[in-house]
């Protein structure tokens, strides 16, 4: 059971460019979470899918960002027109269900360079 | 805004010694989980303590909550230096789905 996978690991975009981050949930996974961090600091929750559906986007910055989860699929994380200030470690986790007392499982990141 | 914040920062230790990381929130939570990450890499789950829960064990891991204070502390027995990593605490609240991390506690283990 292969875990959660992103891809690709290293992004690298110029400013104005657009960003496509994938996300592919651990099998049987239907929960997918996208979360944000800067050097030396915590994870910021950015957005929680599920099929078809986002259920929580509190956490995006409501221009350039987008998120879905097609009902076949991995997750896509988009940003468009990339800033400096994008430039981060992008992690997405999944969980099997509403992850209330489940933990989540974290890919590996994709990590954006905007130069 | 519900916040897990680690304390300290930052901690030195040598290998054998136990290493202590706390944590504090600011709001009801349904459970709370500590979250280790090497450098360059992903989270790793390391264990979920739920609300009504006072202390957990895992290994060489000890967590306790104490829901009245808004605090919880991971206790690391006997380190070794491939514990060498970040530690987070994330909380779930009562309100929402969302999953707050803390800014993380830095663990050195010199061998």
């Known amino acids: 059971n292969a875990g959660v996978m992103q891809n690709p690991r290293h992004l690298v975009r110029r400013r104005g460019q657009e960003a496509r981050l994938r996300c592919s949930p651990m099998k049987g996974h239907s929960h997918v979470y996208w979360y944000r961090q800067l050097p030396e600091e915590g994870l910021k929750f950015m957005v929680y899918?599920?099929?078809?559906?986002?259920?929580?986007e509190s956490g995006m910055p409501k221009e350039r960002f987008s998120a879905e989860f097609p009902k076949e699929g991995p997750s896509i994380l988009r940003i468009q027109q990339v800033v400096r200030g994008d430039s981060a470690a992008y992690f997405c986790a999944s969980s099997p269900l509403d992850r209330g007392g489940y933990e989540q499982y974290f890919g590996p990141g994709t990590r954006l360079t905007v130069t | 805004s519900q916040q897990g914040e680690e304390d300290p920062q930052a901690l030195s230790i040598q290998e054998g010694e136990n290493a202590t990381m706390n944590c504090s929130y600011k709001t009801s939570i349904n459970n709370l989980q500590w979250y280790r990450q090497n450098s360059g890499r992903g989270l790793v789950h390391l264990i979920l303590i739920r609300s009504n829960e006072r202390e957990k064990h895992s290994g060489r891991l000890r967590v306790t909550l104490d829901t009245s204070k808004k605090s919880s502390s991971l206790l690391i027995t006997a380190s070794r230096a491939a514990d060498t990593a970040s530690y987070f605490c994330?909380?779930?609240?009562?309100?929402?789905?969302?999953?707050?991390f803390g800014a993380g506690t830095r663990l050195f283990v010199k061998a």
């Open positions: 994330a909380t779930d609240g009562t309100g929402g789905f969302k999953t707050i």
């Open positions: 899918l599920q099929k078809e559906n986002i259920i929580d």
